[in-house]
């Protein structure tokens, strides 16, 4: 029996590694309870004290090798699978986040819209490079050895990557799913009235109810890890 295409966008928050032991950046222990944003994550603070902020994006490098993805993430990896296998329709998964906590679940292809802890961008050249070491000692460049390399995260004031695809897909998904994210930043807090107004259906998994939660025709409350797996085997039973 075929099935009409779904095409899907997912776009995940904090939320979705919270039970892997990652903070957030809002609430109880959150990030920005510990630091100011305008501390650590401005193109000025970097400008500034590149020590504290480099210091403040080594450490968060380093927590990742302490570890592991969750149930929801292996489970968005199950996902993706059988659509692509299957061709059940179009599938994009953005992250707000900068953890690889997707791919070591088993996501391919994720777009990380405010950067990677993993990768070191450089400000002289331009170019990328997969870091997993500190940057703190100022290592030199290796395309281009000069001593400018930055976390390659977006920060605060920067414009977020892959837009362009981002938008694209909002407009031509049938189903919008927002997971882990208080709905507090933009642009990505804007992406559920972007798919809604195009005709999409809209659900939010989340622990506590967002910012953005009046936008979505259904909001189920909960920790990710036990949510989106019970979610994603609905979506495969009935998709
Ligand atoms: N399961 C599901 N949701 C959870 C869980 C959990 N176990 N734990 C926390 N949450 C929810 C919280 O209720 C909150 O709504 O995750 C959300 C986390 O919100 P934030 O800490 O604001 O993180 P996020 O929404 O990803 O922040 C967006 O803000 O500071 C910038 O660049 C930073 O990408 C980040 C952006």
């Known amino acids: 029996m075929s099935r009409d295409p779904l095409n899907i966008v997912i776009l995940t928050g904090a939320g979705v590694s919270a039970e892997s032991g990652l903070a957030t950046f809002r609430g109880p222990d959150g990030l920005w309870e510990g630091c100011r944003v305008e501390d650590v994550c401005t193109p000025e603070a970097l400008e500034r004290d590149p020590e504290m902020v480099h210091r403040f994006y080594d450490a968060r490098r380093a927590a990742l090798l302490t570890v592991e993805p969750n149930a929801a993430h292996h489970a968005l990896a199950r996902l993706q699978r059988a659509w692509r296998d299957e061709g059940r329709g179009e599938w994009l998964l953005v992250t707000q986040n900068v953890d690889d906590l997707h791919e070591r679940g088993g996501a391919v292809d994720v777009l990380h819209m405010h950067g990677e802890l993993l990768s ?120």
């Open 120 to 239: 070191a961008l450089c400000a002289a050249c331009g170019d990328r490079h997969r870091w997993s070491g500190p940057m703190g000692d100022d290592p030199p460049c290796p395309s281009c050895a000069s001593r400018r390399l930055r976390p390659d995260i977006v920060f605060f004031g920067e414009m977020p990557y892959h837009m362009d695809r981002i938008q694209m897909a909002l407009q031509h998904c049938d189903l919008f799913v927002s997971i882990g994210t208080s709905g507090a930043v933009y642009p990505a807090a804007g992406f559920v009235q972007t798919a809604r107004h195009y005709g999409a259906q809209t659900l939010e998994l989340n622990l506590d109810p967002s910012a953005g939660s009046i936008w979505f025709h259904a909001s189920r409350m909960g920790p990710a890890g036990r949510l989106v797996p019970l979610w994603v085997d609905e979506l495969l039973a009935v998709a």
